[in-house]
């Protein structure tokens, strides 16, 4: 049975992680710099590269030892690695890693876009999925509607036409005063909120496939600077509300548009309470699965990287050893 390894340092997580051909994780280490950049309101990319460089090769020795390889030559069959996009001095670490062991242990190297793993998250933990997937990628730095006929074939959909939906949760909590990451914070905040105490905008609803939420985040700001006495509370309740409802109604045109036999969630926004609750049961409504990552998916991960490794070994080959980390990397899409 093949092995890939998968390491993840695009951003702010340094992950490495074991899957097998049948999509079996063998283990999946994860190591959050959260506490790190939490000060700052933000990651600080240089920061960022320094602590991947520390954490990395431990948490690449904790993965091989959870997965019962060794570490002198282990029985893998190929080392996969992010290589974009992300942040260029973080995505360095990890492609150069990744290169330096496929060298040393006479292994192919691949390598792996960052969003093409996220939409792998879901498919790791479902086995049985009719095709094409409407997927809906919403993550700090993307917010991408997809058809997915396949693995490796997808059709462009929709996309924000400016901030991305996870990056709207960051600067609505950092306006709050409520930490960094935003989207967790949000959400625990709004668990106690009226969710209809702000009538906040639903960008773009019902006007086609693309998205936008620089404009709501924007009326947060004025709505609280009007009426300075509101709850947190309330405040990130109606917020989310509104970012929920655009998001699914989005996933649903962009399912009925493409035909779409399912619905799928993917990326760190896409482990929100609500925004899962909600395209549950808009499946439901409309007899449609519903494909969700566990939460630990949903964030960076590298399990979703070993994965989508692992197909793109089997159906495209190896990646050349001078293949460049690429911060602005794109997803290829299907014409
Ligand atoms: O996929 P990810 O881990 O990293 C990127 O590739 O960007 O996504 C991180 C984003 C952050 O903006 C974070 O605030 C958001 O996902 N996020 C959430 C939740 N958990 C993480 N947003 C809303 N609700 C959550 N529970
Ligand atoms: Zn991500």
């Not at 649903?252 to 395209?279: D, F, M, Q, S």
Request: aromatic fraction near 4%; charged fraction near 15%.
């Amino acid at each position: 049975m093949s092995l890939v390894l998968g390491i993840e340092t695009s951003c702010d997580e340094t992950a490495a992680a074991v899957v097998g051909a049948d999509g079996e994780i063998r283990a999946s280490v994860v190591a959050s710099q959260v506490e790190l950049h939490g000060a700052y309101g933000g990651v600080v990319p240089e920061l960022a590269g320094r602590a991947h460089l520390e954490a990395l090769t431990p948490v690449l020795a904790e993965t091989l030892r959870r997965a019962g390889l060794g570490a002198g030559r282990p029985g893998l069959d190929a080392v996969a690695a992010t290589v974009g996009p992300g942040l260029l001095g973080s995505l360095l670490v990890g492609v150069s890693e990744a290169k330096a062991l496929s060298l040393a242990w006479g292994l192919p190297f691949v390598g792996v876009n960052h969003l093409e793993g996220h939409l792998f998250a879901a498919l790791l933990e479902h086995r049985e999925v009719d095709w094409p997937l409407a997927v809906l990628l919403v993550s700090g730095g993307h917010t991408l509607l997809v058809s997915m006929e396949g693995p490796g074939r997808y059709r462009r959909l929709g996309a924000t036409l400016d901030d991305a939906a996870g990056e709207a949760f960051d600067k609505v909590a950092r306006f709050l005063g409520l930490g960094y990451p935003g989207g967790p914070a949000i959400e625990r905040a709004a668990a106690s909120g009226d969710p209809g105490a702000f009538a906040f905008p639903r960008p773009l609803l019902g006007e086609g496939l693309e998205l936008s939420f620089s404009g709501l985040k924007t009326a947060v700001v004025r709505a609280v600077r009007a009426r300075p006495e509101a709850t947190n509370e309330d405040v990130a309740a109606s917020f989310q509300a509104a970012a929920v409802e655009v998001l699914v109604a989005k996933l649903c045109a962009g399912a009925e548009a493409a035909g779409a036999a399912g619905l799928c969630l993917a990326g760190g926004v896409a482990a929100n309470g609500p925004l899962r609750a909600a395209v549950t049961a808009a499946g439901e409504e409309r007899g449609l699965p519903v494909l969700l990552p566990s939460r630990p998916m949903c964030t960076d991960n590298a399990a979703m990287i070993a994965a989508a490794g692992a197909w793109q070994l089997g159906h495209l080959g190896p990646s050349p050893l001078d293949t460049p980390a690429d911060p602005a990397l794109g997803l290829a899409f299907v014409p």
